[in-house]
């Protein structure tokens, strides 16, 4: 009896397990799938189309572990096009669970592939399930997503109906949710999951991420499960006295309320040595401790221990012998402890400008001959009492210029010209940046003849025995480019046509890097502009180039009023208001006053800079002055006119007249002679002439350029 009660247990317990795993493991069982040779609708060879989307529509679903293919290369000589029905039949005599029957049809380089997925058992057709792309190239691409679909109407792909996240108490859902990529409305993949939950530990803010899904009749529905890392209450910092805890907050990418991240911790820890280290100690050592602060919060402690400070006690070189330690030192900003140390950073120790020193070495030796220089990585050795810096030179030999050439595509200007143009002399030590300044005038004369896309290559010739180098320049033009448009914008106020007619260049010349560069200067000149930027964008054909012109406007207005007194005029009130940029137009308008206790002075000019679209400077003015002398008044009263036209060059002829009227009046018996005599009204008229050559680079603050008046 006992006997039979125990094998009465063991049998309840072997269907329990039956009912519990065996559903789990067969729940999803192998589905047959048979795919016929689609119908091919293309003017291409159809019959190759045929066979190779249906071997790569195989290949696809082989690839599926729950799917068993029945082949049907059979069908693939056959003519016949085959229905649902005889699909349903063939399917049933094949053992197909599923039959794809379907079309390819190609209009150009679009493909439309559309499949319909016949159930045998059900014997009905389920929803189709169809791709698009281009070129025949890709077939395999756009298959791979035709699969993606048949899969999801057989039931073996399910599509993500939501997305949950629990545990979360500071961290938003839709931050946690942003970076992965399981989406809804994606299909599901475990796969996409277990690389979520990589992807969301990561970001820092958790000490476990897990996930589960559930099937519902909506589809997949992910849960996250997360468990926060406790907040930082605290950040203290000990044993700091070179360095302010400010300075080192500064630095700091951990806070106080976030989460508790230790790869963070340590980047700051890095970041306060480098900080240490800019300062001169290099020893400094600096340890994080970690404690709790009630059931979820830490303090981060950071103990630093700063130890002496530490100089460069000295720099040495091996292997110079054309220049001595002292000048190569001489060369470097990084420099040996020395008495001013305490007003200069003179013996510390900064990576990043030592490593510049190396290459200013580099480059001193590159321009004074020595073509196969190399300056060495500085071997750095710290110890208690300071840095040693060892640098090697490999010098190798010095070599001079022999033969200077331009060969190559011919310009327009001589070559004899160009070769007495360069930098580079016969005779002369080998010079790396001299051969660089060549190389861009050489460049400059190619884009002035409208070859914007012109390289030149310096091809060296060492000749080692004599310690010579010839220097060949090779041009290569390339095409004529042409300037296709010109754009301007940024100019809300100045039109565009003051603008263009700064421009050294118009739409249909050849490119010119010169007139571009004359632009740009003619452009700052106006003082219209708080930024000039010019961009050159190239055409498809690469024969045509559009310039792209972007402007920031300032203001060009400008108002002083002040005040005065002087035991002449006595009190003066001055004002002045100017525009520089009148309504746009480029024009100048300014109104000049003066009122004292016995001068009184008005004045007011306009300046149209390009008078009739032509640039014909012209200004007028009208004034009025009136001084109250001792024993007489001075009235005064006149207009001008002057006009400039540019003549060559830079050379400028203006061309003035001014009228003017004086009236001396109030003439008391005390005043002079000459002055009763000249009493009453005086019209004076004048004619003047000069030229002006004007180089600068500004009208009010130039700082480079000549002005010079005749």
């Known amino acids: 009896m006992t006997i039979n009660k125990i094998a009465f247990q063991k049998c309840l317990i072997f269907l329990l397990l039956i009912l519990f795993f065996v559903p789990s493991v067969y729940s999803e069982e192998l589905k047959k799938i048979s795919v016929l040779p689609f119908e091919v609708y293309s003017s291409d060879n159809s019959a190759a189309i045929k066979e190779s989307l249906y071997k790569s529509l195989n290949e696809e679903l082989k690839k599926e572990k729950l799917i068993q293919i029945i082949p049907a290369d059979a069908f693939l000589q056959s003519p016949a096009k085959i229905d649902e029905k005889q699909a349903i039949k063939y399917g049933k005599s094949a053992g197909a669970d599923f039959v794809i029957i379907g079309s390819l049809t190609q209009l150009g380089e679009t493909l439309n592939i559309d499949a319909k997925i016949v159930d045998v058992n059900m014997a009905h057709i389920l929803s189709a399930a169809s791709a698009q792309g281009k070129g025949l190239a890709n077939l395999d691409m756009i298959v791979a997503q035709l699969k993606t679909e048949i899969l999801v109407r057989i039931g073996l792909v399910q599509k993500i109906a939501r997305i949950e996240i629990k545990g979360n108490r500071k961290i938003d859902a839709s931050a946690i949710i942003a970076p992965i990529k399981s989406k809804t409305g994606n299909n599901f993949s475990e796969a996409d999951v277990a690389s979520d939950i990589k992807t969301i530990f990561k970001m820092g803010f958790f000490l476990d991420v897990t996930a589960e899904s559930t099937s519902t009749s909506e589809g997949k529905v992910i849960t996250f499960v997360v468990q926060e890392k406790g907040l930082i209450s605290e950040i203290r910092i000990n044993g700091n006295k070179a360095l302010s805890k400010d300075d080192i907050q500064e630095v700091l990418t951990i806070k106080t309320r976030q989460n508790l991240n230790q790869e963070k911790i340590k980047e700051d820890i890095e970041k306060i040595k480098t900080l240490y280290d800019s300062k001169g100690y290099y020893n400094a050592e600096i340890k994080d401790t970690v404690e709790r602060d009630g059931e979820k919060d830490f303090r981060v402690i950071l103990d630093i221990k700063e130890n002496d400070r530490l100089y460069v006690k000295s720099i040495t070189f091996e292997g110079n012998e054309a220049y001595s330690s002292k000048e190569l030192k001489n060369m470097m900003s990084t420099s040996e402890y020395g008495l001013l140390h305490f007003f200069t950073d003179s013996g510390l120790l900064k990576r990043d400008q030592l490593k510049q020193d190396i290459g200013k070495l580099t480059t001193y030796y590159f321009n004074n001959g020595?073509?196969?220089?190399?300056?060495?990585?500085?071997?750095?050795?710290?110890?208690?009492?300071?840095?040693?810096?060892?640098?090697?030179?490999?010098?190798?030999?010095?070599?001079?210029?022999?033969?200077?050439?331009?060969?190559?595509?011919?310009?327009?200007?001589?070559?004899?010209?160009?070769?007495?143009?360069?930098?580079?002399?016969?005779?002369?030590?080998?010079?790396?940046?001299?051969?660089?300044?060549?190389?861009?005038?050489?460049?400059?004369?190619?884009?002035?003849?409208?070859?914007?896309?012109?390289?030149?290559?310096?091809?060296?010739?060492?000749?080692?025995?004599?310690?010579?180098?010839?220097?060949?320049?090779?041009?290569?033009?390339?095409?004529?480019?042409?300037?296709?448009?010109?754009?301007?914008?940024?100019?809300?106020?100045?039109?565009?046509k003051v603008i263009r007619r700064q421009l050294d260049i118009v739409e249909g010349d050849l490119y010119s890097s010169s007139k571009l560069r004359r632009s740009y200067s003619n452009l700052n000149r106006l003082r219209y502009f708080e930024e000039v930027d010019f961009q050159t964008e190239k055409d498809p054909n690469k024969k045509k180039m559009d310039v792209n012109i972007r402007v920031k406007e300032k203001g060009t207005g400008m108002f002083m009023v002040g005040a005065g007194y002087s035991a002449a005029d006595q009190a003066v009130v001055m004002a002045q208001i100017t525009q520089q940029n009148f309504l746009g137009y480029g024009q100048i308008l300014s109104l000049k006053a003066s009122l004292g206790s016995t001068t009184n002075n008005i004045d007011l000019s306009f300046t149209e800079p390009w008078l009739f679209d032509i640039p014909l400077w012209c200004k007028a003015d009208i004034w009025k002055y009136k001084k109250e002398y001792d024993s007489y008044t001075l009235d005064t009263r006149g207009a001008g006119l002057t006009l400039g036209y540019p003549l060559f060059g830079k050379i400028v002829g203006y061309l003035g007249y001014k009228l003017t009227a004086d009236n001396i009046g109030d003439v008391l018996p005390t005043a002079p002679s000459k002055v009763r005599e000249q009493e009453g009204q005086t019209i004076t008229s004048a004619v003047t002439l000069f030229l002006v050559r004007d180089t600068t680079n500004d009208y009010i603050f130039p700082s480079k350029g000549t002005n010079l008046f005749l």
């Open 370 to 496: 020595f073509i196969n220089a190399q300056i060495g990585e500085p071997e750095i050795t710290i110890d208690k009492k300071g840095i040693y810096i060892k640098i090697k030179v490999k010098e190798g030999k010095r070599f001079k210029i022999d033969k200077v050439e331009i060969s190559g595509d011919l310009l327009e200007k001589p070559k004899e010209e160009l070769l007495r143009s360069l930098k580079v002399k016969k005779g002369d030590n080998y010079n790396r940046e001299a051969i660089m300044r060549d190389i861009d005038f050489l460049t400059q004369s190619c884009n002035d003849e409208g070859y914007a896309n012109a390289d030149i290559n310096p091809k060296i010739n060492t000749r080692e025995n004599e310690q010579l180098a010839d220097v060949d320049y090779q041009i290569i033009k390339g095409d004529l480019v042409f300037i296709n448009h010109i754009n301007i914008s940024g100019n809300n106020i100045t039109r565009d």
